[in-house]
């Protein structure tokens, strides 16, 4: 299995981010499996920021829930990052990963994409 995230590079504060990932080699109905948004700032620790599951259920870090929307393209084999009203505090690399029937901080991620440098400036 491999995912590849795909979006701008740069966003405007105040816009929408959006990011794709695109998985090959596997399905994302596949049963037990969990597709997350790991995001990695400069110079900072890794945050998880949702995932979706395989039956297309959505779970969202807290703090990041009201700006944060999951959703996924079961014919295209993807999934999809939506994150509201940008800020530069929202400058990071950008990952999607997969984990099996569990999720962060406990899970095991197995399947990572290499990730995309996201950068919020005017």
């Known amino acids: 299995v491999q995912l590849q995230e795909s979006g701008p590079g740069l966003v405007k504060p105040s816009q929408t981010l959006s990011l794709t990932c695109t998985v090959s080699?596997?399905?994302?109905?596949?049963?037990?499996?969990?597709w997350s948004w790991i995001r990695q700032p400069p110079g900072k620790g890794l945050e998880w920021m949702g995932l979706?599951?395989?039956?297309?259920?959505?779970y969202y870090d807290p703090s990041l829930k009201s700006r944060t929307s999951i959703s996924r393209d079961t014919s295209r084999n993807q999934f999809t990052l939506q994150l509201d009203s940008v800020t530069p505090e929202d400058t990071a690399t950008y990952y999607c990963?997969?984990?099996?029937?569990?999720?962060?901080?406990?899970?095991?991620?197995?399947?990572w994409g290499q990730g995309t440098q996201v950068t919020v400036s005017s």
């Open positions: 080699g596997g399905s994302i109905t596949s049963r037990h499996y969990y």
């Open positions: 990963a997969r984990s099996y029937g569990d999720y962060w901080p406990s899970a095991l991620y197995d399947v």
């Open positions: 979706i599951t395989f039956t297309g259920s959505m």
